[in-house]
């Protein structure tokens, strides 16, 4: 678990030497392993985390990038930022890159298919890489599980990789 939530490559690259397997492997079992973990730590702080004025790129628990974003049907559409390993949430920023905090004018746009105003993938140009956000003010009041729709957007993800976009963790 240590080592997923520090994510240190070399612990990875000595243990797929030892086992004769590809490093993704073990980061794959070792993230499932630490997910139920993580996740009844997560339990024990609020749903969601309010850092104002100290808004994090990074999870406040688990240090793990954001899988997914949310604008939340609650506060004029807070960005909700979405944990891929503890499945915490944290406020962030609307107009600012959750991964090099670019927040010029013009420097952060979004993707999408047009008539779906549920989902789109911002990005952006200062560092080229993207994050899926589902608007939850216009899901029509459905139960949002952001693993799920984290695949339901496989399309999202073709977009943005075909404009020399890089994904995010997840």
């Not at 944290?90 to 107009?95: A, G, Q, S, T």
């Not at 010029?104 to 911002?122: F, S, T």
Request: aromatic residues 8%; contains cysteine; negative net charge.
């Amino acid at each position: 678990v240590g080592g997923i939530v520090e994510q240190t490559p070399a612990y990875f690259e000595t243990l797929a030497t030892e086992i004769s397997a590809n490093v993704s492997v073990p980061v794959y079992l070792a993230e499932h392993l630490a997910r139920p973990i993580l996740a009844q730590c997560a339990a024990a702080f609020d749903p969601v985390m309010e850092l104002k004025g100290n808004s994090r790129t990074t999870c406040p628990l688990c240090g793990n990038e954001p899988l997914m974003a949310l604008l939340s049907d609650e506060g004029e559409g807070k960005r909700l930022l979405h944990s891929s390993l503890c499945h915490t949430r944290w406020e962030f920023p609307r107009m600012t890159c959750c991964f090099c905090r670019n927040e010029q004018e013009g420097g952060m746009r979004y993707l999408h298919y047009e008539g779906d105003d549920v989902y789109r993938a911002n990005v952006c140009d200062a560092c080229k890489r993207y994050l899926k956000c589902i608007d939850e003010r216009n899901c029509g009041g459905r139960t949002v599980v952001l693993q799920v729709e984290a695949l339901v957007t496989a399309n999202l993800d073709e977009m943005a990789l075909e404009r020399d976009y890089l994904r995010t963790a997840g």
